[in-house]
């Protein structure tokens, strides 16, 4: 059954500290995606790659926040340092990307941060 | 400005009955529109993707329609059941062209609770 994964589930943590969350994406697929959701705003895409190359970060804050992956089956975000306004759950998702026409996405069960 | 709305913003029905969640979007050049459902403290799960020349698609108890003429959609759940209750997401993908990624743009979602 293959799925994304994300660890750790929940994290709290205090202003200034730094947090990596980390996502393994389903063995196959290429492209693999940030997002993060609060109350206000909905699901936002903090980044995008495609076969381990950042194509797309512009949603995230660049001063804080960076995203890797230093194989195809781990990325990685980044946020140092942390802010309470970072508080939101984050989601990794992957796909085939160009492989498949629909660029269908599968979302892990996410990472719920919170800042104090 | 590429635009998802979504309504309405809550919905509250009873066991057994229909309902149907409405989605607008301004975003161009389309690709493909896409509902998700996410269950709480889970991430979003696909329901239904549709091209632009599909106009409906089912998947079980869900039926989603797409109006590209006038950028509309709606989704449609047959005889609810209590494990319905959810968000449920509206997302449409710009069409980049070629190989490139088509970016996302999220509706906030509509809040869907079913009583017995």
């Known amino acids: 059954d293959a799925r994304v994964t994300q660890t750790p589930r929940h994290k709290v943590t205090e202003m200034g500290q730094e947090v990596t969350m980390r996502c393994q994406p389903i063995l196959g697929h290429n492209t693999v995606f940030w997002y993060r959701q609060t109350m206000m705003q909905g699901l936002e895409l903090l980044a995008y790659?495609?076969?381990?190359?950042?194509?797309?970060d512009s949603g995230m804050p660049k001063d804080r926040f960076s995203a890797e992956m230093p194989d195809a089956t781990l990325a990685t975000l980044k946020i140092q340092p942390s802010e309470p306004r970072d508080s939101a759950v984050y989601f990794c998702?992957?796909?085939?990307?160009?492989?498949?026409?629909?660029?269908?996405?599968?979302f892990g069960p996410g990472t719920r941060l919170t800042v104090l | 400005k590429n635009q998802v709305e979504q309504s309405p913003q809550s919905l509250i029905i009873l066991e057994g009955k229909n309902c149907t969640l409405q989605c607008n979007y301004t975003v161009s050049p389309f690709s493909n529109l896409r509902w998700y459902k996410q269950d709480t403290g889970r991430g979003p799960v696909s329901l239904t993707i549709?091209?632009?020349?599909?106009n409906t698609k089912s998947n079980g108890r869900y039926t989603a329609t797409l109006d590209a003429d006038t950028k509309q959609s709606s989704l449609h759940i047959t005889a609810s059941q209590l494990s319905d209750s959810a968000s449920y997401i509206c997302?449409?993908?710009?069409?980049?062209?070629?190989?490139?990624?088509?970016?996302?743009?999220f509706g906030q979602g509509t809040i869907l609770t079913v009583h017995p």
């Open positions: 998702a992957s796909g085939l990307g160009i492989g498949d026409r629909r660029n269908e996405q599968f």
């Open positions: 997302v449409v993908i710009l069409n980049a062209g070629g190989t490139s990624y088509g970016k996302l743009t």
């Open positions: 790659f495609r076969n381990r190359a950042p194509l797309d």
């Open positions: 549709m091209t632009f020349s599909e």
